[in-house]
C-alpha cells in the first residue's frame, strides 16, 4: 500500500507556530513515528506553501497510489483550483485539519476541498493523519 501524505501552506512550521492549536511537535518527527509504526505501507510525504506545487503533486500521484492525506491548510477556504484537482484524479483523497475548523473562524467552517474527498477529519490533532491511514487500511482489508 502507498500513501501520500501532501501538506499545504505553514505546515513547515508546525512545531513553532501557534502551539497552543497545532502542538509542539514538527511534521517531520511525527513523520518519523508514522513510518515507524507503519512499516508495511509506503509512506511519502510532500509539503509546499505553494498552491501550484499541491496541485502539481496531485496530479503526479493521483492515478498511481492508494491513497492521499491532504492538509490543504488555509487553502481549503479559498482554492477552486485544488478542489478541483482532487476532482480530477482517481485516487481517494482524506482532508485533515489538526485542529477543529468548526471552533474557529467562520471563514473555516467551508472547504472547497471536501466535497470532493472520500472524507474528512479534523481537530484530532496530529492523530488525524494516524486516523487516515487506519481507514486506509480498513478499507484496503475489506476488498
Known amino acids: 500500500m ?5 501538506n499545504g501552506p505553514n505546515m513547515n512550521l508546525l512545531g513553532r507556530r501557534e502551539r497552543s492549536i497545532y502542538g509542539n511537535m514538527s ?11 507503519y512499516p508495511d505501507i509506503k509512506l ?7 498552491e501550484g506545487a499541491l496541485i502539481d503533486k496531485l496530479h503526479e500521484v493521483g492515478f498511481s497510489i492508494d491513497g492521499i492525506l491532504f492538509n490543504p491548510g488555509g487553502y481549503a477556504h479559498t482554492s477552486i483550483a485544488l ?7 482517481t485516487t481517494p483523497v ?5 485542529s477543529n ?27 488525524g493523519y494516524r486516523l487516515g491511514l487506519e481507514n486506509f487500511l480498513r478499507r484496503r482489508d475489506s476488498k
Open 44 to 50: 511519502t510525504y510532500f509539503q509546499s506553501n505553494t
Open 101 to 127: 475548523v468548526f471552533a474557529r473562524e467562520e471563514f473555516r467552517h467551508h472547504s472547497y476541498i471536501s466535497r470532493n474527498c472520500a472524507g474528512v477529519i479534523c481537530g484530532f490533532g496530529l492523530e
Open 94 to 98: 482524506i482532508e485533515v485539519h489538526i
Open 83 to 89: 478542489s478541483d484537482a482532487v476532482a480530477a484524479i
Open 2 to 6: 502507498e500513501i501520500l501524505i501532501l
Open 27 to 37: 511534521f517531520e518527527t511525527f513523520y518519523e513515528i508514522l513510518q515507524s509504526q
